[in-house]
């Protein structure tokens, strides 16, 4: 897997987030069946400011979020609660583009501090849920939240991490 990196904010390199970034991925592609070698995803690691400004330019939602993701190619599932089509290598011998995703610092880590965990943790989640979105994953109906869901939590479970969707 090729994950290329960009840090506006030299927060992220502090947090190893290349690091991160490859290990969540990796993990995710893998759980889904697919070789993490043969793709590539483009990943910024930036602040509140710069995410506001991309939320407002591609959502219209002026406002900072966590974590945004651009899929290369549409891919969400025909049926509520089904599973989308996962994407197929090409014969080029060039990394499959999946796409881009954003995630802001200060986000990140009040969100980590309110749930009384460690950034570490929270950044892996939400590049884990980054990547499924990437690969037409998503939460907008209750079919669609529950596949995708206990698809992160599988995910993370691989990677040593509490299912952040448990309620006690």
Not at 29 to 56: F, K, T
Request: hydrophobic share 45%.
């Amino acid at each position: 897997m090729t994950v290329e990196t960009i840090l506006e904010d030299g927060r992220w390199k502090a947090l190893g987030l290349d690091a991160l970034a490859e290990r969540a991925v990796d993990a995710a592609l893998l759980q889904l069946g697919l070789q993490p070698s043969v793709w590539e995803i483009s990943l910024l690691g930036c602040n509140d400011a710069r995410i506001a400004e991309l939320n407002a330019d591609f959502r219209e939602k002026p406002a900072a979020t966590n974590v945004l993701s651009w899929p290369s190619v549409e891919r969400e599932a025909k049926i509520p609660g089904e599973k989308p089509e996962l994407p197929v290598v090409s014969g080029s011998g060039m990394p499959g583009e999946l796409g881009d995703i954003a995630i802001a610092y200060e986000t990140c880590k009040s969100e980590a501090e309110a749930a009384d965990k460690p950034i570490s943790a929270h950044v892996t989640h939400l590049l884990v849920h980054a990547t499924l979105h990437l690969l037409g994953f998503d939460h907008i109906s209750d079919e669609d939240a529950v596949l995708m869901e206990s698809t992160e939590a599988e995910i993370l479970a691989i990677l040593g991490h509490e299912d952040p969707y448990r309620t006690e």
